[in-house]
C-alpha cells in the first residue's frame, strides 16, 4: 500500500530543503570573506650579523620587529638566519652558507630582506647577485661609513646611523674636565678593526689634549685587569666587544657588566642599547627612535613602494643621556653636563617616599601655626606700626642731616676756626719764646699741650662732620675701566657737537681690570667731563679741548681729565673737592665731593693739578685686580 504525502508536510519539505540550501550558501560565504579578510602574510628574511644574542644588533632586532607589526596592516613571518662567519676573517664558509639560503629561499623568495649590522651588509652587498637580485633589502643598524652606496641598487634603501666618536669624546672631557687618559674598548672581528682605523683617524686631534690607551689588542681578561688599575683622571669609551684579540666571543652585555663591577674609571658609549645600569653615559644613538624610522621604511616597501625610492636620512645621536646611579659611584656632579641632558634612575626623595606623612605633619603645623598667628595677630600689628614709626623717622633724620649740613656751615667754619686761630697764636708765642736767650721750657710746654688741645677740637668737629655725610655701601664687579671710558665717550659724541668742543681720547690697548661699581664710576667720569665743558664756556671754541687717557702704571690703572679752561687756582686745589664748593654760581657744589667719595670706596685716589700750557687735570689712580 502506498502512502501519499499530504499537502501539509509538502510544504514543510520545501521549507526544510530552503533552509539547508540557504544555510549552505551562508557558510560558503562567510569563508569566502574570511579568506579574503586573512591576507597571505608577508615574509621578512632578517639576517643578524654576529647571532641571535650579540649586542648591538639582538636590541635593533627586539625593537624592529614589534615597530614593523604595528605600522603593518598584515601579517609579518619573521625568519631570522646568522651570519656567524662574521665573527672571524674567514670567507670559506660563505659558499655553503649562500647554497644554504638559495635552498630555502630559491623556489619563493622573501617579501623583503633586512641585514643588521655592518657584517650582514657588507655580506648582502658581496653576494647581492646571486641572493635575489630583485628582492626588495633593507640595510639597518649600521652606520652609513660601512655602506657601499655607489652599489646599491634600485631594489636597495638604507636606514643608517651617523656616529660622531669625536663629540663622544667631547661630553666625555666636558663631564670630566681633568680626564688625562682615555681607554678605548673595541674588539678584533673584521667589522671591529674596521672601526679601529676610524678610531685612530678621528680621534688624532685628541692626542695633545689626553691621551687615547686601545684595549683591541687585548683579551677581554687582560682588559678587565688593567681597566681595575686605571690612573686618576680616567675614562673609558666602550665601543664593541663581539670578539676579544684572544678570539673568544662574547654574547649579550655580560662583557660590559664584568667590565663595569671591574673598572676603577666611568665608562661612557655611543648607543643607548649599552645605557643599562652599567655605563655613566654620553652623547647615544636611540635604538628604539632608530627602528622606528626602520620599520616605517620597511613597512612601505612590503607596501608596494620600490625600495630605492624610499629615502632615509642616517640618524644622529640624541641628547646626552647619564645614569645617576653611576654618577654618584664616581662623584660626578651636574654642574658638568652639557646643556640639554637628561638624568635617568634617580633615587626617589624623601619626598617621594614618605609623601603623604610629610604631608599629614605638614598640616598639623600649618594649624598650629594658623592658631599662633591669630594669638600674635594684634601684637604683630603693634610691632608693625612701632617698624614704620621708626623709619619715618630714620628717613626724616636722613634729610634733615643735609639739610642742616647747610645751615651749620657758618658755625662749622667757626668752630674749626677757633682751635685753628687758637693753634697760630700759640705757635707765634712759643716762636717769640723760642728768640729769647732763656726761653721757658715750662711755658713752652703749656703751649704744646693748648695746641695738641685744639688740634684735638678741630679733628673732632671734622669727625662729627663725617658721620654726618656717612657714605652708602654699592655693588662691586670686575670690569674693564677702559670699556667704561670707551662708553662715556661715546655717550658725548654728539654733545661735543652741540657744545662745540672736541673730545680727545688716548686709550691704552691693555686691558685694565678693575674691581667696583661700573655706574659710579661712570658717573666720576660724566662729572669730570662735565666740569671742563663749564670751565671751557669762555675759551675760544678751536681750543676747547677735552682730553681723556687712560694707562697703566705697575698694579694701578691711572685715568685723566683734562681740559683748556682757566685753571685752578693754586689755593683751591684741595677745596675743589671739599662739599659744597662750587665756582658756578648756579652749583650746589657737591659733584667733586662724590667722585672723592665714589673713588675713595673703590680703594682709589683722585686729584686735580693744572697743565703746563693751561687748564687743568683731574687724575684718579684705582687697583688693578690680579
Given amino acids: 500500500m502506498r502512502f501519499w504525502p499530504t499537502a501539509l508536510s509538502w510544504r514543510r519539505f520545501c521549507a526544510r530543503t530552503f533552509t539547508a540550501v540557504l544555510a549552505a550558501a551562508l557558510l560558503l560565504a562567510t569563508l569566502c570573506q574570511s579568506q579574503a579578510a586573512d591576507p597571505e602574510p608577508k615574509r621578512v628574511l632578517m639576517l643578524q650579523s654576529f647571532g641571535l644574542r650579540f649586542k648591538p644588533w639582538t636590541d635593533f632586532a627586539a625593537f624592529l620587529r614589534p615597530a614593523m607589526i604595528k605600522q603593518s596592516k598584515v601579517p609579518i613571518d ?16 660563505l659558499a655553503p652558507f649562500i647554497d644554504y639560503l638559495q635552498a630555502l629561499y630559491g623556489a619563493k623568495p622573501p617579501d623583503l630582506i633586512v ?18 637580485p630583485q628582492t626588495p633589502m633593507l640595510f639597518t643598524s649600521v652606520e652609513a661609513r660601512r655602506v657601499q652606496y655607489d652599489k646599491l641598487t634600485g ?20 663631564v670630566l674636565p681633568d680626564t688625562k687618559l682615555i681607554a678605548v674598548v673595541n674588539g678584533a672581528s673584521p667589522n671591529e678593526v674596521f672601526w679601529q682605523g676610524v678610531f685612530e683617524r678621528e680621534l688624532a686631534p685628541f692626542s695633545g689634549r689626553v691621551e687615547l690607551r686601545w684595549y683591541n689588542k687585548l683579551s677581554f681578561e687582560d682588559i678587565l ?27 649579550g652585555s655580560t662583557a660590559l657588566h664584568r667590565l663595569s663591577a671591574a673598572a676603577n674609571a666611568p665608562i661612557f658609549s655611543y648607543l643607548d642599547g649599552f645605557f643599562d645600569g652599567s655605563i655613566v653615559g654620553g652623547s647615544m644613538h636611540s635604538v628604539e627612535k632608530g627602528m622606528v624610522v626602520a620599520a616605517a621604511a620597511a613597512i612601505r616597501i612590503l607596501n608596494g613602494e620600490k625600495a630605492g625610492d624610499v629615502k632615509v636620512a642616517p640618524s644622529e645621536f640624541e641628547l646626552p643621556r647619564f645614569d645617576w646611579r ?44 594658623g592658631l599662633i598667628m591669630v594669638l600674635l595677630q594684634e601684637h604683630r600689628r603693634r610691632q608693625i606700626a612701632e617698624v614704620q614709626s621708626r623709619q619715618r623717622m630714620a628717613e626724616l633724620a636722613h634729610v634733615n642731616r643735609f639739610a642742616t649740613a647747610g645751615e651749620l ?59 654726618l655725610l656717612k657714605k652708602a655701601p654699592f655693588e662691586q664687579k670686575q670690569f674693564d675701566l677702559n670699556e667704561v671710558v670707551q662708553e662715556t665717550i661715546r655717550f658725548f659724541a654728539a654733545l661735543a657737537i652741540g657744545r662745540k668742543f672736541q673730545l680727545v681720547s688716548a ?31 669762555d675759551t675760544p671754541s678751536e681750543y676747547r679741548i677735552i682730553s681723556i687717557r687712560t694707562s697703566r702704571a705697575e698694579n694701578f690703572a691711572e685715568l685723566s681729565v683734562s681740559d683748556r679752561g682757566p685753571g685752578i687756582p693754586e689755593d683751591k686745589s684741595k677745596e675743589v673737592f671739599d662739599p659744597f664748593y662750587t665756582s658756578k654760581p648756579e652749583g650746589m657744589g657737591m659733584g667733586l665731593s662724590i667722585a672723592r667719595t665714589i673713588i675713595e670706596a673703590h680703594k682709589g685716589l683722585i686729584w686735580a693739578e693744572n697743565r703746563d700750557h693751561g687748564g687743568s687735570s683731574f687724575r684718579i689712580s684705582l687697583p688693578l685686580v690680579q
Fill in 225 to 251: 685587569k688593567d681597566a681595575a688599575h686605571l690612573p686618576p683622571h680616567s675614562a673609558i669609551f666602550w665601543h664593541l666587544m663581539s670578539v676579544d684579540a684572544a678570539g673568544i666571543t662574547h654574547e
Fill in 155 to 174: 631594489y636597495d634603501t638604507v636606514a643608517a646611523a651617523a656616529h660622531n666618536f669625536p663629540a663622544a669624546i667631547e661630553t666625555i672631557l666636558q
Fill in 409 to 467: 656751615t657758618a658755625s662749622i667754619a667757626h668752630e674749626i676756626n677757633q682751635p685753628l686761630g687758637s693753634i697760630l697764636t700759640n705757635a707765634e708765642t712759643a716762636e717769640e719764646i723760642l728768640k729769647s736767650s732763656s726761653p721757658d721750657i715750662g711755658e713752652l710746654r703749656e703751649i704744646v699741650s693748648d695746641i695738641l688741645h685744639d688740634d684735638r677740637r678741630a679733628t673732632e668737629v671734622i669727625r662729627r662732620m663725617r658721620a
Fill in 507 to 537: 686709550i691704552t690697548p691693555e686691558a685694565l681690570p678693575v674691581l667696583g661699581d661700573r655706574i659710579q664710576l661712570q658717573q666720576v667720569i660724566l662729572n669730570l667731563v662735565m666740569n671742563g665743558i663749564e670751565a671751557m664756556k
Fill in 326 to 369: 653611576q654618577m654618584q659611584r664616581f662623584g660626578i656632579g651636574e654642574s658638568n653636563l652639557p646643556p640639554g641632558s637628561t638624568v635617568y634612575f634617580r633615587e626617589p626623595s624623601v619626598w617621594q617616599r614618605y609623601s603623604w606623612q610629610i604631608a599629614f605633619i605638614a598640616a598639623v603645623l600649618l594649624i598650629q601655626a
Fill in 78 to 93: 619573521f625568519q631570522d638566519h646568522s651570519l656567524l662567519t662574521a665573527r672571524v676573517d674567514d670567507d670559506r664558509a
Fill in 115 to 132: 641585514a643588521l649590522g655592518a657584517p650582514a651588509a657588507e655580506f648582502v652587498q658581496r653576494y647581492r647577485n646571486r641572493l635575489f
